[in-house]
């Protein structure tokens, strides 16, 4: 499974470190992204760590804002969300595939997700 945490209530312009816990399953063979669903919107890509490169991506409105990383030790991968802004507010999940590739951005991409966690920014 899944485990996403780490979610809160800050204002416009601070940070969160969101968390993706995995178990059940070899960690190491998969790449892990984020998707965030803002009310009323679909889910979107946010960034997604290739299992064995590393090699990251990001929605453009995050780069330089947002980092992911992984620690396979820990079996779980971070985003950290700098310099928040209001839009940034959102339900974010956490989802496993074999790669990222070409097709992150796609939730039908994915065949396993976790639950959310809710990040709310304020002015």
């Known amino acids: 499974q899944l485990q996403a945490s780490g979610g809160g209530s800050v204002q416009a312009g601070g940070s969160l470190r969101l968390s993706c816990a995995g178990s059940?399953?070899?960690?190491?063979?998969?790449?892990i992204a984020w998707f965030s669903q803002a009310p009323g919107k679909g889910r979107e890509g946010v960034s997604c760590?290739?299992?064995?490169?590393?090699?990251?991506y990001y929605i453009d409105s995050g780069k330089g804002r947002f980092t992911i990383t992984s620690d396979n030790a820990k079996n779980t991968v971070y985003l950290q969300l700098n310099d928040l802004k209001r839009e940034d507010t959102a339900v974010y999940y956490c989802?496993?595939?074999?790669?990222?590739?070409?097709?992150?951005?796609?939730?039908?991409?994915?065949?396993?997700w976790g639950q959310g966690t809710l990040v709310t920014v304020s002015s």
């Open positions: 059940g399953f070899i960690f190491d063979d998969y790449s």
């Open positions: 760590i290739e299992g064995g490169t590393g090699t990251t």
């Open positions: 989802a496993r595939a074999k790669f990222c590739g070409s097709t992150w951005f796609v939730h039908g991409h994915y065949d396993y």
